[in-house]
């Protein structure tokens, strides 16, 4: 049931309308599809990605507040979360404004690495719409790639491209302090360190991993889409933080 639902709602349609764009671009270039079909997600999704960068950048403003309540009211948990919520309410901001957009954007996102993933070599006929023409040919050369086999240089392209998105997102944000010899565990800062060391290290180093085990397609979806955010992130930040 779940299976069929995924395929109808999010899998056929992406899968349709790279076919679409791969009859229609010259030579039938699969790497030009890609890369459009990228983008055009991209621009679906701006709102949503620009609702849930500024509200990320609308909290960050608000560190030194919270910092300020924790050393009044850190004794009372029970008053810090009622004064950080009133902060919350007093500025306009919700703490969970940013992830909902995240969570939407969420689906797509896999269901594109997935039409990629599979692989191109062959066009299913079975799930095409009626107005979809099957193309006339697959080009899966790109650039000096060839996109069904494997790609180190495209595979590294996307890590990096994605450490340096997550180095400009996070990178407003002050490292949180090392610990202090005798200070107790905090489990919120705890998490929150080794979230930061994740989302800056690890995932850069997994996205190359998975994007070199599965295609060079993968790994170009992976570099375009990490490219694009990086663009869409400059973007907001010069038009301002306003979480609205």
């Known amino acids: ?28 270039s699969v790497g030009l599809a890609i890369i459009v079909l990228t983008i055009l997600v991209k621009v679906v999704l701006y709102p949503l990605t620009a609702k849930s960068i500024r509200a ?3 909290m960050k403003a608000l560190e030194p507040d ?6 009044d009211h850190g004794h009372d948990k029970k008053k810090l979360a009622e004064h950080t919520m009133a902060l919350y309410q007093e500025k306009g901001v919700s703490p969970f404004s940013g992830c909902l957009p995240m969570l939407i954007q969420l689906p797509i996102v896999i269901g594109l690495y997935w039409v990629f993933s599979r692989g191109l070599h062959e066009i299913d006929i079975s799930i095409l719409y009626r107005f979809v023409e099957v193309p006339a040919g ?22 990096l491209a994605q450490y340096y998105q997550t180095d400009i997102s996070l990178g407003a944000q002050a490292p949180l302090p090392a610990k202090k010899e005798g200070e107790k565990a905090n489990f919120q800062e705890d998490f929150a360190r080794s979230m930061q060391v994740q989302m800056r290290y690890v995932l850069p180093v997994m996205i190359s991993l998975i994007a070199y085990s599965t295609s060079a397609a993968v790994a170009l979806y992976w570099a375009t889409s990490n490219i694009l955010s990086i663009i869409q992130e400059l973007l907001i930040r010069r038009k301002g933080v306003s979480p609205k």
Do not use: C, T
């Open 138 to 159: 697959l080009d899966m050369h790109f650039l000096f790639f060839d996109l069904a086999a494997k790609s180190v240089l495209l595979a590294v392209v996307a890590g």
């Open 1 to 28: 049931m779940i299976s069929a639902i995924w395929n109808v709602s999010v899998y056929q349609p992406l899968y349709n309308v790279l076919m679409l764009l791969i009859d229609n671009l010259p030579g039938h």
């Open 56 to 58: 990320q950048r609308a």
């Open 66 to 71: 919270i910092k300020k309540l924790k050393e």
